[in-house]
């Protein structure tokens, strides 16, 4: 893989075993940062890592599970060591991609808040037939008519999101990639690959086909909202075939970003698998 193929990664703490995060749709790895900060201070090597078309990472002409996770081996590959990865939504099907493709490269898998399966675009995972289960396009709609000229701080930006964007912490998130930019007329550009996540979208609701026999039996943890409907208990089934070693934690009051909701517990929760993988 080249220098400009390469993802855009940082790296906390000076030694130990190495974990690496990888976010979700519309994120970056400083989403990480605290969590990593606790995690590095206690003796590890952690990495947080910009998926292609977000944070500081290169632009791409599709947006592609299988793309992603080889990329993600790439990073992994320069460890020389087996890395727990953790992987949230967008980022958690990328790990288990990885996981099932080139199990050699991981310690450990954690996924949060997502499952192997098809995301609807409405209905299907709820109670509710007219909720929407994916609010993902609705996001990506309200990023694209920003009229980002008519911008004389973050503060409007937020403003005009609010409408589509119900949730500050969602809108917060969301805003992390609006960044200014002396190179554009108007001074501010999104660090996403809007126009191409909105053409892939479909796609990414997916999982890629895992080959034939397929299995990751690494130890696993998942971590899922106890509030989100992500991961249902009829998923169950297919985790248990494809990573015969997981263990299921929903955390209490707890939506889809179920590590910005409860740090405390979620990171706790991590700290305690990390410490039964290293200790072998």
């Known amino acids: 893989m080249s220098e400009d193929e390469r993802l855009a990664t940082?790296?906390?703490?000076?030694?130990?075993?190495?974990v690496a995060f990888v976010h979700g749709l519309f994120g970056q790895g400083r989403n990480w940062t605290t969590i990593a900060k606790a995690l590095a201070?206690?003796?590890?090597?952690?990495?947080?890592?910009?998926?292609?078309?977000?944070?500081?990472?290169?632009?791409?002409?599709?947006?592609?599970?299988?793309?992603?996770?080889?990329?993600?081996?790439?990073?992994?590959?320069?460890?020389?060591?087996?890395?727990?990865?953790?992987?949230?939504?967008m980022g958690?099907?990328?790990?288990m991609t990885l996981a099932l493709r080139?199990?050699?490269?991981?310690?450990?898998l954690v996924v949060v808040d997502v499952a192997p399966v098809e995301y609807p675009v409405r209905g299907g995972r709820t109670d509710d037939p007219d909720e929407e289960a994916s609010p993902f396009?609705?996001?990506?709609?309200?990023?694209?008519?920003?009229?980002?000229?008519?911008?004389?701080?973050?503060?409007d930006a937020?403003?005009?999101?609010?409408?589509?964007?119900?949730?500050?912490?969602?809108r917060a998130f969301l805003l992390q990639s609006l960044v200014r930019s002396p190179d554009t007329e108007h001074g501010w550009r999104w660090r996403l690959?809007?126009?191409?996540?909105?053409?892939?979208?479909?796609?990414?609701r997916g999982f890629p086909v895992p080959q034939e026999g397929a299995t990751y039996d690494g130890p696993v943890l998942w971590i899922a909202g106890a509030n989100s409907t992500y991961v249902?208990?009829?998923?169950r089934e297919r985790m248990d075939t494809l990573f015969p070693s997981t263990r299921l934690v929903r955390i209490k009051n707890a939506g889809h970003w179920v590590h910005s909701e409860q740090p405390e517990i979620f990171t706790e929760t991590l700290r305690r698998f990390l410490t039964q993988v290293e200790q072998g």
């Not at 191409?196 to 796609?203: A, I, K, S, V, Y």
């Open 41 to 89: 201070e206690e003796g590890r090597q952690v990495t947080l890592v910009d998926l292609p078309n977000h944070g500081h990472s290169p632009w791409t002409e599709t947006s592609d599970y299988l793309d992603m996770a080889r990329m993600v081996g790439a990073e992994c590959e320069l460890f020389g060591e087996p890395v727990t990865l953790v992987g949230h939504s």
């Open 92 to 95: 958690g099907k990328v790990a």
């Open 158 to 170: 937020d403003e005009a999101l609010r409408p589509a964007v119900r949730s500050d912490m969602v």
């Open 102 to 108: 080139r199990p050699e490269l991981l310690r450990a």
């Open 10 to 18: 940082r790296t906390l703490g000076d030694g130990g075993p190495r």
């Open 193 to 204: 690959n809007l126009e191409l996540l909105e053409r892939d979208l479909e796609h990414l």
């Open 232 to 235: 249902l208990p009829e998923d």
């Open 137 to 155: 396009a609705g996001y990506i709609a309200a990023m694209r008519e920003l009229d980002l000229s008519a911008l004389s701080g973050r503060e």
